[in-house]
């Protein structure tokens, strides 16, 4: 939680400062976030390939695991297509690659930003805020009403940070390798869903 | 795009190679947090100067509280299925 609040003190802080003009102009006229994007997108890249948990996780438990990220990206892409027929302005496309930020604010707004558009990009960050938002405040709940892997699911990329003490202490520790092995799971699977769809 | 993704997978490959040295792997988690903070910030100013983005931030903020919505709705109630059918009856 404290990593997510200085993260959006990060942008409310340029959020400010580019509003009131305070900058001086060629940092705003002169993109270098192109640039930029590349090498975070390298370094995430370095650590998703040096961290081999996952494949041990793997070694441990049976295929099955596999089954909660999966019913986070399906469940995620049904519920959305259905909200999709509610929200005017917004093309079908558009919806599918904010929900497919599964919670990773961070990653899925900066690469909707430099590869499509900025205002999606600020829907984006907001929506995946909100879902860990959501998940951090109703995990409990869920697991009365709809059972263990609910607040997993919900959490989604967030699952295996933000979102797992809550998790863990919703579901119980049992629960706690599923979680952070699905986070680690959509954490990979961001970065290639959202820019897969965006190319469509 | 491709180029995003081409880039990943290159650095996927360096990391696997990395995966023994600690303290690279440390510094370059590190370097990401700020690269996070950097580019967030450089989006929070390129908003902030967009005045057409400025007006329609509450439209943008409803719109993302219905995909969240819609996101969360759909994956809990999956969940339930998926637990109920594949995990529930395991732990008795």
């Known amino acids: ?200 | 795009m491709i180029t995003v993704v081409a880039i990943m997978t290159a650095g996927i490959v360096l990391g696997y190679f990395l995966r023994n040295k600690t303290r690279l792997i440390k510094i370059n988690d590190k370097l990401i947090t700020w690269a996070i903070y950097l580019l967030l910030f450089i989006l929070g100013v390129g908003i902030g100067a967009n005045e057409i983005i400025m007006k329609s931030l509450p439209t943008l903020g409803l719109k993302a509280l219905a995909i969240t919505i819609g996101g969360v709705v759909g994956s809990i109630i999956l969940a339930w299925l998926t637990y109920i059918k594949f995990f529930k009856s395991k732990e008795q």
């Open chain 1, 1 to 200: 939680m404290k990593g997510s609040l200085i993260i959006l003190g990060f942008f409310t802080a340029g959020l400010l400062l580019g509003y009131n003009n305070l900058l001086p102009s060629f940092l705003i006229e002169n993109d270098y976030s192109n640039y930029a994007l590349y090498f975070l997108m390298f370094l995430v890249g370095i650590s998703i390939g040096a961290d081999t948990k996952a494949f041990q996780m793997l070694k441990n438990h049976n295929l099955k695991i596999f089954l909660v990220p999966l019913t986070t990206v399906v469940g995620t892409a049904i519920g959305i297509s259905l909200i999709y027929l509610i929200i005017p302005g917004l093309s079908f496309k558009e919806v599918q690659a904010v929900g497919s930020g599964y919670g990773y604010y961070s990653l899925s707004s900066i690469i909707i930003t430099e590869t499509y558009s900025k205002s999606l990009g600020v829907v984006a960050l907001l929506s995946n805020v909100m879902r860990e938002i959501s998940t951090l405040l109703l995990a409990p709940l869920m697991v009365v009403y709809l059972g263990k892997i609910a607040p997993i699911c919900s959490g989604g990329a967030t699952s295996m940070d933000t979102t797992l003490p809550i998790i863990t202490k919703a579901s119980g520790k049992d629960y706690a390798i599923i979680s952070l092995f699905h986070g680690i799971v959509l954490t990979i699977l961001v970065p290639f869903i959202v820019s897969l769809i965006l190319s469509l």
